[in-house]
């Protein structure tokens, strides 16, 4: 419930927060700019010390046994998207990922399916929109669920019927499970939130331009090295060798030869 009302009350406040020199790719940003305050309140004021309280009190097996459990439940939706996409061989690795950690982990509490080399492929829905060509559409900041994109708010309501959490019943406990992920992300997120503070000088700027370059990547499956290459085109941030998107099983773009500088000195002017 909360979560659908944060997406409806993001998208109607989105649509009041535009202006003349609005960022193609992030044409919300004051209202965005809002949330991200909003969302930093609350992070301070609540979470991270739930967060750091946790990883204080509980010990590190826990913990790791924790986010297993998360993840190989995960594991199962991933497989759908991935067959969605028609990327059979990274749903059936994920299928074979959830047998084997359910059955052999100890109900995914211990990840054996990675010490076997046994690949995680994380898929969500509306990675499987992007890659059936649905526009990303611009940038938004979700009220206590951070960075998003008009398709992958779109793509929540989905995403949580799709997931074996959001079918465990009863209520009490399904919300108990979606309270303790939640807190064992942000514990895993402690560190990282650190180097962020210390190093980016616009923090919101920084968050969205590494989400949306995060997605491409993500959808696109590039390489890391060449999701950072060139500038975004206007609209809808995607990276310009890779328009048009191609549907699932066409071939996908080549990236241009890296080519060595030249050792000799250039002409004086």
Same mark, same amino acid.
């Given at each position: 419930?909360?979560?659908?009302? @944060? ?5 109607? $406040? ?11 790719? =992030?044409?919300?940003? &004051? ?24 990883? *204080? ?34 749903? @059936? ?8 950690? %359910? ?15 046994? *690949?995680?492929?994380? *898929? =969500? ?18 009220? $206590?669920?951070?960075?998003? %994109?008009?398709?992958? %708010? ?9 997931? $074996? ?32 503070? *210390? #190093?980016?000088? =616009? ?6 331009? @590494? ?7 993500? +959808?696109?499956? +590039?390489?890391?090295?060449? #999701? +950072? ?6 609209? =809808?941030?995607?990276?310009?060798? $890779? ?7 066409? %071939?996908?773009?080549? @990236?241009? &030869? ?12």
């Amino acid at each position: 419930m909360l979560r659908a009302g @944060a997406v409806v009350l993001a998208i109607l $406040l989105a649509g009041c927060a535009t202006g003349p020199n609005a960022n193609p790719r =992030d044409p919300f940003e &004051p209202f965005n700019r809002g949330v991200s305050r909003f969302n930093e309140d609350i992070d301070r004021l609540v979470l991270k010390p739930v967060a750091i309280a946790y990883k *204080e009190i509980t010990p590190s097996p826990v913990r790791t046994g924790v986010s297993n459990f998360f993840a190989n439940l995960g594991d199962v939706w991933s497989a759908v998207n991935s067959a969605l996409q028609l990327k059979f061989g990274n749903a @059936a690795e994920n299928i074979l990922r959830f047998n084997v950690n %359910t059955f052999f982990g100890l109900g995914g509490l211990i990840d054996i399916a990675s010490d076997a080399n046994i *690949e995680r492929h994380k *898929e =969500d829905f509306g990675q499987t929109l992007g890659r059936w060509g649905v526009p990303q559409g611009p940038y938004l900041v979700l009220p $206590l669920l951070g960075p998003s %994109t008009v398709r992958d %708010t779109l793509a929540l309501t989905v995403d949580a019927q799709g997931r $074996l959490l959001g079918r465990v019943d009863p209520d009490s406990l399904r919300h108990g499970l979606y309270l303790l992920e939640a807190v064992e992300k942000r514990a895993s997120l402690l560190r990282s939130g650190a180097v962020l503070d *210390e #190093a980016a000088l =616009d923090k919101y700027s920084f968050t969205r331009d @590494a989400y949306l370059q995060y997605r491409r990547a993500s +959808i696109f499956e +590039i390489p890391e090295g060449l #999701a +950072i290459q060139g500038e975004t085109s206007p609209g =809808d941030g995607r990276l310009p060798e $890779l328009e048009p998107e191609s549907p699932p099983g066409a %071939t996908p773009p080549q @990236a241009p &030869p890296l080519r060595a500088p030249s050792s000799r000195a250039q002409p004086a002017q």
